[in-house]
């Protein structure tokens, strides 16, 4: 439910407790409206939708808000990149954009499963993301302009250097995101190998 259909809500019923206070119960209209006003923030408060990412409610956060809008950024501009990278028509450009736009989604998807690694992810969202959002939307504008000057070759040539760092810098983020994940399953292993070990099953 978002805030207009929660303020329509609201209004509706103390509109509707207001009329029924005043009209058929006949109680003094000072305060059938203090009772409305009150069932309209009561009625407000409650149609509040609640936040959640995955099974974690943000409205338990202090930086609930914070964290959803940062998510909803990170959604634009993603959606931006995916649409960007099928105007490009440099192969090495669209491949790496295509690229970039393929680990956002994994990157994303991961958080919504793990939303306690959000925090972690600020930088990624901040920079990394707006950045090459930023970088392939002023190269789509460069490409349209169907210019051939030195300069606007060097800047074709400067992104086409600068995306697959972007990619690499995309795969670290999410390989720091998942650090524990890949701990866990290293210690599972290192315990599965002493167990097996001690059972005398070797590695072949």
């Given at each position: 439910?978002?805030?207009?259909?929660?303020?329509?809500?609201?209004?509706?019923?103390?509109?509707?407790?207001?009329?029924?206070?005043?009209?058929?119960?006949?109680?003094?209209?000072?305060?059938?409206?203090?009772?409305?006003?009150?069932?309209?923030?009561?009625?407000?408060?409650?149609?509040?939708?609640?936040?959640?990412?995955?099974?974690?409610?943000?409205?338990?956060?202090?930086?609930?808000?914070?964290?959803?809008?940062?998510?909803?950024?990170?959604?634009?501009?993603?959606?931006s990149i995916?649409?960007?990278?099928?105007?490009?028509?440099?192969?090495?450009?669209?491949?790496?954009?295509?690229?970039?736009?393929?680990?956002?989604?994994?990157?994303?998807?991961?958080?919504?499963?793990?939303?306690?690694?959000?925090?972690?992810?600020?930088?990624?969202?901040?920079?990394?993301?707006?950045?090459?959002?930023?970088?392939?939307?002023?190269?789509?504008?460069?490409?349209?302009?169907?210019?051939?000057?030195?300069?606007?070759?060097?800047?074709?040539?400067?992104?086409e250097k600068?995306?697959?760092?972007?990619?690499?810098?995309?795969?670290?983020?999410?390989?720091?995101?998942?650090?524990?994940?890949?701990?866990?399953?290293?210690?599972?292993?290192?315990?599965?190998?002493?167990?097996?070990?001690?059972?005398?099953?070797?590695k072949t």
């Amino acid at each position: 439910m978002n805030n207009n259909r929660q303020t329509i809500f609201a209004t509706i019923s103390s509109v509707a407790a207001f009329i029924g206070l005043n009209f058929i119960v006949e109680w003094p209209i000072i305060i059938a409206a203090l009772l409305s006003i009150g069932i309209f923030a009561g009625v407000y408060m409650i149609s509040k939708p609640k936040l959640k990412i995955g099974n974690l409610d943000l409205d338990s956060l202090k930086n609930g808000t914070e964290i959803r809008f940062l998510l909803q950024e990170a959604e634009q501009d993603l959606i931006s990149i995916g649409e960007v990278s099928k105007k490009i028509d440099n192969p090495v450009i669209k491949t790496n954009a295509e690229s970039l736009f393929d680990t956002g989604v994994r990157i994303l998807n991961y958080l919504s499963e793990n939303p306690d690694q959000i925090s972690a992810a600020r930088r990624f969202f901040g920079y990394y993301l707006n950045t090459s959002r930023n970088i392939l939307e002023k190269y789509l504008t460069v490409q349209k302009a169907k210019l051939n000057s030195a300069e606007i070759n060097n800047i074709k040539a400067a992104t086409e250097k600068t995306i697959p760092m972007l990619n690499i810098a995309f795969d670290r983020q999410f390989e720091n995101l998942m650090k524990n994940d890949i701990l866990d399953i290293e210690s599972e292993i290192k315990l599965l190998e002493t167990n097996l070990k001690m059972e005398g099953i070797e590695k072949t």
